[in-house]
């Protein structure tokens, strides 16, 4: 294997890749990067076994130059940290021999070891995908934005710590859920044609990774799924994820219909309110209180010291008088998670869960259950 | 006790006063600050037995009094308050209420009387100095300083008063840092020596980041106090005998080489990657003209890079500790920077040639 190309087409690709590994990780091997090299493409592939990346270095600058072609496998934070320390503008020329590649710059010179590329393990039980469909990458990444705060963190009802990938009917919509709030985003717009229909549970990392890498990116990502994974793909870059494997609740009965007490309010007073409230709140178990009034809705928080905090805040709001109780952490995420001016929010008694919704956002929905006070 | 505030006025005092209260501690006053008006000003004080940090500034008082409020919690909800909120707090029984608009909050409170006050002796001797100065001196020091040494006195900084200059001491045992500051005063008959413990010198650089003016030193026998006008900060001083720093300064040096302080330092970065994770060692050979920085680690990977210096004399090979050598480099101003060797058992002398009165002196490492 011998190539050279800039640092500037490297260096993106390069740290990308290695953002999915593992700081710490048993197998040496998953601290590397697979570095393969062809005639007319340079890819890298990085994993922690649960999900995968691969990057494909732009070839149409023109800027590379492929001597030989081959394969293995780098230490990849050891190689990022020395083509960020590099000159903006240097020329990296790689060489491997005997196991050992060796990278020139300038004045500049080093070896790494390397392992083979057979030894890189791609993600167990990997199947090409059976379901395909093809989505707009911006919307995606708001869907799942908007969503993600939802998922449980270690929860032993492993299936909630993920996010449902739900698709039927021309509908595409994800769902994120801790048993205690949730969260559901449909696609913007509704599909046209029936591309793919089944109920894959995407991890946790799978998500936040996926967020991060479609942050910024525009065009369209293909997602294709199978019973074990799901990959989404995009210019330049391959991302796979092993799935959960269960079968996620009918979150549908979760979501009240037609609550009968209905508030609209600021968004962002709301919050704010919120967040100045939490401070005196129980620091167990966050609970604040609401009382709703004409008009007016009420925040109170206190806590075994016997402090205390309360905010009056004006709403639209015609209906009889509510006090009920909730994790206000609940509240403040969900509202953090919306992007409209406004929110409303729908009640149907002190032991039924609030329906949170935007007015300029149909295609979100929250639902937050409420605690005993 | 009750007055009113401005947000704006209140936050950054509060957030510094409040920076000095650790998160954890054994005694619940040591969370709280202490809140003292009387005429027309708000005094506030965070203590953690070690530093100790009082702001003063105006309000507007309609009753004096005293109390201690948890520190965390008063910050927060002055933080999250709206702009410009006009904030009222009133003392009624043992409860702090703060309102704001249309929010009211109520703050448990610990007794006046409960909350330590770091005892003070009369200052023995005063120095003013402009704080940019002060500021320069403990940030160009401040990272030899030893953590968590059994050598406690290794754990922070000496500073020095001594024929007319302010001088900045500290070293961990394998590298030290001096700096100094012509005081322009005369120098006083006594040498005031005393070391400040390693979170005072994080207190004090935290609050001379937003300082301007000249700032006052005050020496007491067990504290050392610096006044800015509005804050007024206590540190207690660490009791040991700190070693004599002269000794270690080399002075035999006579091979001197200058270079390009970018250049070396991104090459050291580089090459850093590839050093031992554990200790850190480079090879640096210097020959006419050139100095060849190499390193290597267990995994059996190494990297090298030759850096073009202004050098003659004859080739010599010295290992450093590589994070030694950037920490130097990252503080050092000038474009350029002078390192002289004696031989390759001997420390190495580091300055910068714009700058005179600062040196740098880093150990040797057999590699």
């Known amino acids: 294997m011998e190539f050279s190309l800039k640092r500037s087409d490297l260096l993106e690709p390069l740290a990308k890749v290695v953002g999915v590994l593992e700081k710490r990780q048993t197998l040496p091997i998953l601290s590397h990067v697979l570095l393969s090299v062809e005639a007319e493409r340079v890819t890298l592939c990085g994993t922690d076994q649960e999900v995968e990346l691969q990057t494909q270095v732009d070839f149409e600058a023109g800027t590379i130059q492929v001597q030989a072609v081959g394969r293995c496998a780098v230490p990849g934070r050891k190689l990022l940290e020395i083509c960020r320390h590099l000159p903006a503008d240097a020329e990296l020329s790689f060489s491997l021999s005997d196991a050992r590649l060796t990278l020139t710059s300038g004045a500049f010179e080093s070896q790494f070891s390397t392992l083979p590329a057979e030894e890189f393990p791609s993600l167990d039980g990997y199947q090409p995908p059976q379901q395909m469909l093809t989505v707009n990458a911006v919307d995606l990444g708001q869907m799942l934005g908007k969503s993600a705060f939802a998922m449980a963190q270690q929860d032993v009802r492993y299936f909630f710590n993920g996010m449902l990938f739900e698709l039927e009917d021309l509908q595409f919509k994800v769902v994120a859920t801790n048993g205690q709030r949730l969260a559901v985003v449909a696609l913007k717009e509704a599909m046209t044609e029936h591309q793919a229909v089944g109920r894959p549970i995407v991890p946790r990392k799978g998500v936040l990774e996926l967020v991060k890498l479609l942050d910024g990116v525009e065009g369209e990502v293909d997602l294709g799924f199978s019973d074990t994974s799901i990959v989404a793909q995009m210019t330049g870059k391959r991302f796979v994820s092993k799935l959960i494997d269960g079968e996620y609740p009918d979150y549908t009965k979760a979501i009240p219909d037609q609550p009968d007490k209905r508030v609209t309010c600021d968004r962002g007073l709301l919050r704010d309110a919120l967040i100045r409230t939490a401070v005196m709140s129980n620091e167990v178990y966050k609970n604040v209180k609401l009382s709703l009034q004409e008009d007016k809705l009420m925040l109170f928080t206190n806590n075994p010291l016997q402090e205390q905090a309360e905010e009056s805040l004006s709403v639209e709001y015609q209906g009889e008088a509510l006090d009920i109780g909730f994790n206000i952490h609940f509240l403040i995420e969900a509202l953090g998670a919306m992007s409209g001016k406004n929110v409303s929010m729908g009640f149907s008694g002190q032991t039924s869960p609030c329906l949170i919704t935007d007015p300029d956002d149909a295609q979100a929905t929250f639902v937050v259950s409420p605690m005993v006070i | ?273 590839l050093s031992n994770e554990k200790f850190r060692g480079i090879r640096v050979n210097f020959s006419e003209g050139l100095v060849t920085l190499s390193t290597n680690n267990p995994e059996q990977e190494d990297a090298e890079e030759t850096v073009p210096v202004d050098y003659q004399g004859s080739p010599l090979e010295i290992g450093f500790n590589v994070g030694y050598l950037l920490d130097v480099l990252n503080v050092i101003r000038g474009d350029t920077v002078k390192i002289t060797v004696f031989d390759g058992n001997s420390s190495a002398l580091i300055e910068d040639p714009s700058v005179e009165n600062a040196l740098y002196v880093i150990m040797p490492m057999k590699l």
């Open chain 2, 1 to 273: 006790m009750k007055f009113s505030i401005n947000r704006e006025s209140l936050l950054r005092p509060l957030q510094q006063v409040s920076g000095v209260v650790e998160r954890r501690q054994t005694l619940p006053i040591l969370s709280n600050l202490l809140l003292r008006v009387s005429g027309s000003k708000l005094s506030m004080t965070g203590t953690d037995l070690e530093v100790e940090m009082v702001s003063q500034l105006n309000a507007s008082v309609d009753l004096e009094g005293d109390i201690t409020v948890p520190a965390r919690k008063f910050v927060d909800i002055c933080r999250e308050l709206p702009d410009q909120a006009e904030i009222d707090v009133t003392l009624k029984e043992d409860r702090l209420e703060i309102r704001s608009g249309r929010f009211r909050s109520n703050l448990s409170t610990l007794p006046a009387a409960d909350f330590p006050a770091v005892e003070v002796a009369d200052a023995e001797r005063q120095v003013t100095i402009p704080a940019s100065e002060m500021k320069s001196l403990l940030d160009l020091t401040a990272f030899a300083m030893a953590q968590q040494d059994v050598r406690y006195f290794l754990n922070g900084m000496l500073i020095e008063e001594t024929g007319g200059t302010l001088k900045c001491v500290a070293t961990d045992g394998h590298r030290l840092a001096m700096n100094y500051h012509e005081l322009g005063n005369g120098g006083s008959e006594v040498d005031q020596q005393v070391i400040i413990p390693r979170k005072g010198v994080l207190e004090l650089q935290r609050l001379l980041n937003d300082c301007d003016g000249d700032v006052e030193l005050a020496f007491g026998g067990s504290h050392l106090r610096l006044s800015t006008g509005a804050f007024e900060l206590t540190t207690k001083l660490v009791d040991g005998r700190f070693p004599d720093y002269e000794r270690v300064i080399p002075r035999n040096g006579d091979k001197h080489v200058l270079a390009n302080k970018q250049d070396l330092r991104r090459a050291l970065n580089r090459t850093a990657i």
